[in-house]
């Protein structure tokens, strides 16, 4: 069955470093996402990726975040310069529909931990 | 604002019936979607729901009410595995078309 992959599962960094995730979605599906989830709480939209651009973002996704579709199977969160607050699990999702069907496919998800 | 609430906590024992709630205020409304969690697992789709009624799926139901912004997953025939935490989550076609806004989360513990 297809699925959502992400690397690294867990990564450990210094404040004020530089991290990327990656995700290989679904290899069919049009819209990715990215959510976060700090340990215990709920899980938190950062942002939407279609056609080549943001569809939306949230407020948490500032200046310090970036997305990425490098090429035709990898997509990118990068957070440029990472604060103890950014520690949490990250998640990749994709869907083939977006507007209709409700169900999203997420990965394992990225657990960063900020030092 | 917008907000989903559901029970922070639910208890039941194996074999017996289930019913969490969720109350939704979003500035619009798509569909109502329900997520399982293991911990430290990723949310697993189990249902959606976009008009009013009861969908089944299985040992799951999930049920909507769009004119009392309500909705409640029902679970049957409890097993141990449903120990999760379940998430409601709306989709807000009003100012936000693909975000998913995500309730809090209800912590499923059952018991023996």
């Known amino acids: 069955e297809p699925e959502v992959t992400q690397t690294p599962s867990h990564q450990v960094t210094q404040m004020g470093q530089e991290v990327i995730l990656r995700c290989v979605p679904i290899?069919?599906?049009?819209?990715f996402y990215w959510y976060r989830q700090i340990l215990g709480q709920k899980v938190e939209f950062l942002v939407s990726f279609y056609n080549n651009e943001i569809s939306e973002k949230s407020e948490i996704f500032d200046d310090q975040f970036s997305v990425e579709r490098p090429d035709g199977s990898n997509f990118t969160l990068k957070i440029r310069s990472t604060k103890l607050e950014d520690s949490a699990m990250y998640f990749c999702?994709?869907?083939?529909?977006?507007?209709?069907?409700?169900?999203?496919?997420f990965g394992e998800g990225s657990r960063l931990t900020v030092l | 604002g917008q907000s989903l609430e559901q029970p922070s906590e639910v208890t039941a024992v194996e074999g017996a019936i289930v019913q969490i709630n969720c109350t939704y205020q979003?500035?619009?409304?798509?569909?109502l979607s329900w997520y399982q969690q293991h911990d430290g697992g990723a949310p697993t789709f189990l249902s959606y729901n976009a008009l009013d009624g009861l969908e089944e799926t299985g040992r799951f139901s999930s049920f909507l009410s769009r004119s009392d912004s309500y909705g409640y997953l029902l679970l049957q025939e409890l097993q141990m595995k449903d120990s999760a935490s379940y998430f409601c989550a709306v989709r807000d076609d009003g100012d936000s078309n693909y975000q998913l806004i995500w309730g809090a989360g209800t912590k499923l513990i059952i018991k023996p």
């Open positions: 290899s069919n599906h049009l819209y």
């Open positions: 979003t500035s619009g409304f798509y569909g």
């Open positions: 999702a994709s869907t083939g529909t977006g507007g209709s069907a409700g169900e999203l496919f």
